[in-house]
């Protein structure tokens, strides 16, 4: 029944929105965090706020990949990986939907996660109580008009997340799957509307309190934190106003 005491995650997604709110919430509760994400100039004010190590890296080029592996372990190593690089692009029905766009979303939230776990498992693995927290989304759970592409990125994401916990018990792997809903913050929606800040400010509009980075880094925090023996496999995490994804209620 061995605690989680080293305490050092890698958290992808750094730059802004529920990773920067993971690395912040991580470092209040003592951990060492390498933050990483493409953007180096955001992370190193999340660095020089936090205290976390900044390595400014796409989870989607292997050479940046490598390159990270190679820096952790230069850095104590890790016990943690929290992927939450990932996002949407387009709200288009199959009809219209554009291949780019999907092609991105399969790369950062599919093929991401499947390189980052790769590359960091023969650590994870060695450590003897790793932990692989993956963040998908509720867009993982049911399919909603416009959001096939997403839906379709995000179910693979959950699927491999599954095979991942099955593959690795015997490697007294964790795996955590955290799903959250509707979550304001000042990119996923602006980066799904193509930068249209009017569309993306109407995702929120007369939600009473849609659920915010720092609500789903609490979760995620809470769910590392907790003695390795215990698994939250699949954690969903919606604002009360959202029953579901096609019950969201406006004032
Ligand atoms: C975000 C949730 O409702 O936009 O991952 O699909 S939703």
């Given at each position: 029944m061995a605690e989680n005491t080293s305490k050092h995650a890698v958290v992808t997604g750094a730059s802004s929105g529920i990773g920067a709110a993971t690395v912040r919430k991580l470092r209040a509760d003592g951990w060492t965090v390498v933050a990483v994400a493409r953007r180096a100039d955001?992370?190193?004010?999340?660095?020089?706020?936090?205290?976390?190590?900044?390595?400014?890296?796409?989870v989607t080029r292997d050479e940046d990949v490598a390159a990270l592996v190679d820096f952790v372990a230069a850095h104590g190593g890790l016990d943690t990986l929290i992927n939450i690089a990932g996002g949407a692009?387009?709200?288009?029905?199959?009809?219209?939907?554009?291949?780019?766009?999907?092609?991105?979303?399969?790369?950062?939230?599919?093929?991401?996660?499947?390189?980052m776990v790769q590359a960091f498992l023969p650590a994870l693995r060695?450590?003897?109580?790793?932990?692989?927290?993956?963040?998908?989304?509720?867009?993982?759970?049911?399919a909603y008009e416009g959001g096939a592409?997403?839906?379709?990125?995000?179910?693979?994401?959950?699927?491999?997340?599954?095979?991942?916990?099955?593959?690795?018990v015997a490697n007294n792997l964790r795996v955590i799957e955290v799903v959250p809903g509707l979550v304001q913050t000042e990119e996923f929606a602006l980066n799904r509307l193509a930068g249209d800040a009017e569309a993306a400010k109407k995702v929120y509009e007369g939600v009473a309190a849609p659920l915010t980075g720092a609500d789903v880094a609490d979760v995620v925090s809470y769910a590392v934190g907790l003695p390795h023996h215990i698994n939250l496999d699949q954690i969903v995490v919606r604002p009360v106003a959202q029953a579901a994804n096609h019950k969201l209620i406006r004032s």
């Amino acid at each position: 029944m061995a605690e989680n005491t080293s305490k050092h995650a890698v958290v992808t997604g750094a730059s802004s929105g529920i990773g920067a709110a993971t690395v912040r919430k991580l470092r209040a509760d003592g951990w060492t965090v390498v933050a990483v994400a493409r953007r180096a100039d955001r992370l190193e004010k999340l660095a020089q706020e936090t205290g976390a190590l900044a390595f400014a890296a796409d989870v989607t080029r292997d050479e940046d990949v490598a390159a990270l592996v190679d820096f952790v372990a230069a850095h104590g190593g890790l016990d943690t990986l929290i992927n939450i690089a990932g996002g949407a692009r387009g709200t288009d029905h199959l009809a219209t939907a554009k291949a780019e766009d999907w092609d991105w979303m399969y790369q950062v939230n599919v093929l991401g996660t499947m390189k980052m776990v790769q590359a960091f498992l023969p650590a994870l693995r060695a450590h003897g109580h790793g932990t692989v927290l993956n963040l998908t989304s509720t867009a993982a759970l049911a399919a909603y008009e416009g959001g096939a592409g997403y839906n379709a990125a995000k179910f693979a994401q959950h699927a491999i997340t599954s095979a991942l916990r099955l593959e690795e018990v015997a490697n007294n792997l964790r795996v955590i799957e955290v799903v959250p809903g509707l979550v304001q913050t000042e990119e996923f929606a602006l980066n799904r509307l193509a930068g249209d800040a009017e569309a993306a400010k109407k995702v929120y509009e007369g939600v009473a309190a849609p659920l915010t980075g720092a609500d789903v880094a609490d979760v995620v925090s809470y769910a590392v934190g907790l003695p390795h023996h215990i698994n939250l496999d699949q954690i969903v995490v919606r604002p009360v106003a959202q029953a579901a994804n096609h019950k969201l209620i406006r004032s």
